[in-house]
């Protein structure tokens, strides 16, 4: 199988240089790679032209549209009979297109996505916040597993679709606020076959600080939202966690300041939930300092993603603003 490999870049030259330098790693060889710069000030032009010697890479650039409208113009270009799209801010394992290309050969699917992970030399911030995007103890823990909850939604950062996909069901319709998990609805709607393949990870950077993170997670918060707008019944009992989990934090603080008697459970509820984030991530790291960090992580994780979610909802659901 001929895997075309497309990605959006705005903005991070250095990014590019050591996704590419991974691919260069890959032990199956059959696939290109389509680097799409979105309108970037700070291009990776030279950057990439170093690597055009080593792989079948092809370099655009155009006026900036967002990811998922970047990924379309990807998908136009593509010779592919699958296309595969990650994220600027990812590593790829040198077996990863073996590992799908495997998987698929036995067990075809139409579209497809993976796991995300923190690789060994991530920040110990940086392995935190994989923690908290991946930890069974927050939302995290319904992504990329078996076990999650409803219909698996692939997730852009690592995510694969046929080309039968593309030409009966197009491409993104939104650009960003949850691009990623419309589109995957639709290829479901659409009678398509998807799944995960587990072992297709790739190693997710994300953000490099809490205030990016928290930026980040915000805007998930809303996306979820957004996403309820095309498709009402997506929204479930789940996605309103992060939001009653902030209302209970908010709740917690204010009793405590007013010495009101709900604060004794708030604060019990709180230090089993810091407790169960601090020795998980303790076990799975065994790192001190990363399971400490994780707790901040997780916090940040759950409060940013319950702000944008309380945000949207309110302006959106309740009074109805576009």
Not at 213 to 227: D, E, M, S, V
Not at 259 to 282: K, Y
Request: aromatic share 14%; charged share 20%.
């Amino acid at each position: 199988m001929f895997f075309s490999i497309i990605i959006p870049l705005y903005n991070r030259p250095q990014e590019i240089k050591e996704l590419l330098e991974s691919l260069c790693l890959q032990t199956y060889r059959d696939f290109e790679v389509l680097v799409i710069e979105d309108g970037s000030v700070n291009d990776a032009e030279a950057i990439v032209n170093t690597f055009t010697d080593q792989l079948n890479l092809r370099y655009f650039k155009k006026p900036n549209e967002g990811q998922g409208f970047t990924r379309n113009f990807g998908f136009e270009r593509a010779k592919g009979d699958y296309f595969i799209i990650f994220d600027s801010d990812c590593l790829i394992p040198p077996a990863y297109l073996q590992i799908v290309n495997d998987s698929l050969s036995t067990n075809y699917l139409d579209a497809y996505g993976g796991p995300d992970g923190a690789h060994e030399s991530f920040t110990p911030t940086q392995k935190a916040i994989s923690y908290a995007m991946t930890s069974p103890f927050t939302t995290g823990g319904i992504r990329g597993n078996k076990k999650g909850i409803g219909q698996f939604h692939p997730r852009s950062f690592n995510m694969g679709v046929s080309r039968q996909v593309w030409e009966k069901v197009g491409g993104f319709i939104i650009t960003r606020l949850g691009e990623d998990i419309e589109y995957s609805i639709r290829i479901h709607s659409s009678g398509f076959k998807i799944g995960l393949i587990p072992e297709a990870i790739v190693y997710h950077k994300r953000r490099t600080n809490f205030h990016q993170f928290y930026k980040q997670l915000h805007f998930f918060g809303r996306a979820r939202i957004n996403i309820s707008k095309f498709f009402p019944a997506e929204l479930k009992l789940v996605h309103f966690f992060p939001a009653a989990f902030t209302i209970g934090v908010i709740i917690t603080i204010v009793s405590n300041l007013f010495r009101w008697p709900i604060a004794q459970l708030g604060n019990i509820i709180l230090a089993i939930f810091t407790l169960l984030i601090f020795f998980h991530s303790l076990v799975k790291n065994k790192s001190l300092k990363i399971a400490f960090l994780s707790i901040v992580a997780a916090f940040t994780q759950l409060i940013a993603y319950g702000l944008g979610f309380i945000q949207d909802f309110w302006k959106r659901k309740v009074l109805s603003r576009s």
